[in-house]
């Protein structure tokens, strides 16, 4: 049986009194369906610093109660 992971997602800009959103990952889970199940689809995530792709496999990548940041994803001028 697959064990579920619950991570913490916190809004980038709500201010430091804003609750991150609880969201449960499955195996296999990706940025895109958090994402998605946030319905954030034009944000992008981040752990530790680093910006995470859109494919990336969160289950695989988190601990259970690890906690992310969304911000939007702003094109780059180049």
Request: proline letters at 5%.
């Amino acid at each position: 049986m697959s064990q579920l992971k619950a991570i913490s997602v916190k809004l980038a800009g709500r201010g430091d009194k804003s609750e991150a959103e609880r969201v449960i990952l499955n195996p296999g889970s990706t940025v895109e369906d958090v994402l998605k199940q946030m319905n954030i689809p034009d944000y992008q995530l981040s752990f530790n610093g680093r910006f995470l792709d859109k494919k990336e496999n969160l289950y695989d990548l988190l601990s259970e109660g690890s906690s992310l940041s969304a911000s939007p994803d702003l094109p780059v001028a180049v």
